[in-house]
Each structure stands twice: as structure tokens, then as C-alpha cells.
């Protein structure tokens, strides 16, 4: 698999054999924060089998021997994909934002922006607050950990783009606060995270594991690999005429990050639901995809009132629903839009940057850390 290739629909569950729940003793600690001494408080050598996503009981401060062993080169692959906003020419993109697009054209590229800021601002402080902390295994809060800084990392880059091109700072933030369309999606976000937010949720309770299973599902298979995903093709429609291409180039890298965010969020959720021997109540994550569909679509209306050359609310909302479908096979459940067929088939190209360096003559695919990256 290329690491930033969205292409794993068929990634199997691995194949981890449950151990038995761990005898809780009155020494053992609760929770993953107290998970620092072996139980009964004795000495004695970590055993990798002993780890569990959540409700473990293993010392949570040493990293190995690896019980996830794909978690580490999430690590690692996550650090091949470094940059910097500042790095990225935007020169072109003043003139072609005051100059070259329409008032269409402004008018979704700015609500674009104002979405995906404050999407980020909640992105990083879910996975910091709300999921890493809920982790009893190092080797994946060590990515998640990886992941906080990106998201703020991503928060920066939107920073930079709406300083370079002057816009109205204060209005581009507020636009969700005033913006229904936006409100919409961010208030659907924070009614699901916030339910897995407090430090006490007790997961050895089946409804509260649940409801964690459901949440992580729907920021890492929805907010992420869903709205994330297709939420930079309106900007990516408009690289493609040649235009914001250093905006575009900057949401490469970002969705570079998103591909490996929400593998790694649904491959948790997978080895969580074998461990704990849990299945998702099939109601439940219907009314997931339904809620998601439907914010998704105000969204779409309200960015694309206009469409605009290439681009259109419909084909947004179609490539919503073929990435969804995705989503659901790769958790192995069933697609929620049977039928739906990719709208924008060049998507999919954007995040393998590969084969992107001569269609769009950017740098991304050049650009790597450490010289030894191979890219297939
Ligand atoms: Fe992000
Ligand atoms: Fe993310």
C-alpha cells in the first residue's frame, strides 16, 4: 500500500487474538493514566500481549515490545510528510484570488477556508482530548500524539493562506458562528465529540464503550475521511484550471495528513471492536451516515449557490457519498448509499502526489524529509 494512497478498501481486520479480560485487583490502576506500575505493584517486564487499546492495565510509559507494530510506522510515515506553510510560494494565489476569480469562485473558496479552520481547531483538540488520553497502548498514542501537532499544524497553514491573501480575519473565523451551513456541520461535530470528551468515561461500561466506538467512528471515517477528504476538491477544482494553485499545494499536504488520519482512526476502532468483542448497533450508525448526509448537503448548497466551472453542489455531494461507501467497507459495514459512484474521479489522484508532479508542476512529491522516502 502507498501510506498516502486512499486506496486500502479491501485492508483486512487484523488479525489479533483477544486476550482475556484482565483480572482487576485492588492495586491495579483504572485508568490509562494511572497505568504506570504493573498490577499488585510489583516489578516485572511488560508483555506486549498484555496491552489493550482501552481498559488496559499495562505500563503505558514504555514503548515497546509493540503489541501494534503498524501503529509505530503510522509514526513514521506521519513524519515523512513534513513541511511548513511558509515554504509554499503563494504569490500567483493574491493575484488569482483579487483578480482572476469570480465572485462565485471567492464566495466558496472563502467558506471553504472559514469550514475547514475551525474544523481543525475541533480536530486537534478531539484526538488530543477526547481520544489519546482514552489509549492504553503507547505505540498509538505516540501517533495520535503525532497527530495533535498536525492539526494545529493544519490550523497554521489556513492562518497563513488567509493572511497572505488579506482577508478579513475576524469575519473568515466568525463565518461559522453566523454561517447556518457551516454552524451546521461544526455543532453535528461537537454534539458527537463531546460525548467521549470527559477524562472519566468509564469504558468498561458497554454503552459508554459504545458510544466511544461510535464517536472515534464518525470523526476518523466521517469528519475526517469524509468531510476532510472531499472538503479541499472545491479548491482542488479550481488548482486544476490553474488557479490557487499555492493554496491547493498546501491542501495536498494537509490531505496528505487526512489519509493517514483516518486509516489509522479506523484501524483503531477495528482492533478496539475485536478486543472487546463489540459490534456497532446497525441503527445507530445508519443515523450517523443520515446526519452526516444531510449537514453535508446544506453545506454543499450553501458554498456552491453557484457552481462554478468544474464544480458543482451535486458532483460534491455525490463524491461524499462514494467516499462514505468507502468508509463503510473498509469498518466492514454496509454502504449507506449503495449505488453512489464517484462524481470526481480525479480525487483520488490528489492524495497519491506521485503521479501529480507534472499534471500540476508543484513541488509537493518532491518534497520529503530525511532523503529516503520512496513513494510505492
Ligand atoms: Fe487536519
Ligand atoms: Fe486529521
Redesign the pocket.
Known amino acids: 500500500m502507498n501510506a498516502f494512497f486512499d486506496d486500502w478498501d479491501d485492508a483486512p481486520t487484523p488479525a489479533v487474538a483477544a486476550p482475556e479480560a484482565p483480572v482487576r485487583t485492588t492495586l491495579a490502576p483504572a485508568t490509562a493514566a494511572e497505568s504506570v506500575a504493573p498490577p499488585g505493584g510489583g516489578l516485572a517486564p511488560v508483555k506486549a500481549a498484555d496491552k489493550r487499546v482501552v481498559n488496559g492495565h499495562g505500563d503505558i510509559n514504555q514503548l515497546a515490545p509493540f503489541r501494534y507494530p503498524w501503529a509505530w510506522e503510522f509514526f513514521l510515515k506521519a513524519n515523512r510528510n513534513h513541511w511548513a506553510p511558509t515554504e509554499i510560494n503563494m504569490a500567483q494565489d493574491v493575484q488569482d484570488y483579487h483578480h482572476k476569480l469570480t465572485a462565485a469562485e471567492r464566495h466558496m473558496f472563502e467558506n471553504v477556508l472559514a469550514y475547514?479552520t475551525t474544523?481543525?481547531i475541533l480536530?486537534?483538540r478531539n484526538i488530543g482530548l477526547a481520544v489519546m488520553e482514552k489509549m492504553t497502548a503507547p505505540e498509538l498514542q505516540i501517533y495520535q500524539a503525532r497527530?495533535v501537532f498536525?492539526?494545529a499544524?493544519?490550523?497554521w497553514t489556513y492562518q497563513h493562506c488567509i493572511e497572505t491573501l488579506n482577508l478579513e480575519q475576524e469575519e473568515i473565523y466568525n463565518r461559522y458562528r453566523v454561517v447556518p451551513a457551516i454552524h451546521g456541520k461544526i455543532v453535528l461535530a461537537n454534539r458527537r465529540l463531546e460525548k467521549i470528551l470527559r477524562s472519566d468515561l468509564d469504558l468498561s461500561d458497554r454503552d459508554t464503550l459504545h458510544e466511544f466506538a461510535l464517536s472515534y467512528l464518525f470523526f476518523a471515517g466521517i469528519f475526517?475521511g469524509c468531510w476532510?477528504y472531499n472538503g479541499f476538491s472545491p479548491i482542488f477544482a479550481l488548482q486544476r484550471r490553474g488557479l490557487m494553485k499555492g493554496t491547493a499545494e498546501q491542501f495536498q499536504y494537509?490531505m496528505r495528513?487526512?489519509v493517514l488520519?483516518c486509516a489509522f482512526g479506523l484501524r483503531v476502532i477495528r482492533e478496539l471492536m475485536h478486543e472487546e468483542n463489540l459490534t456497532l448497533d446497525p441503527k445507530a450508525v445508519a443515523e450517523l451516515w443520515a446526519e452526516a448526509d444531510a449537514t453535508e448537503e446544506a453545506y454543499a448548497h450553501y458554498i456552491l449557490q453557484e457552481a462554478i466551472l468544474g464544480y458543482s453542489a451535486d458532483l460534491h455531494l455525490g463524491q461524499f457519498r462514494f467516499v462514505a461507501n468507502r468508509r463503510a467497507r473498509q469498518m466492514g459495514l454496509d454502504e449507506p448509499f449503495p449505488g453512489a459512484q464517484a462524481t470526481l474521479p480525479w480525487l483520488d489522484e490528489q492524495a497519491n502526489l506521485r503521479k501529480e508532479k507534472n499534471f500540476f508542476e508543484t513541488r509537493v512529491t518532491e518534497y520529503q524529509t530525511g532523503g529516503s522516502l520512496a513513494w510505492e
Open positions: 475547514l474544523s481543525d480536530a486537534m497527530q498536525e492539526e499544524l493544519h490550523t475526517e476532510f494537509i495528513d487526512e488520519h
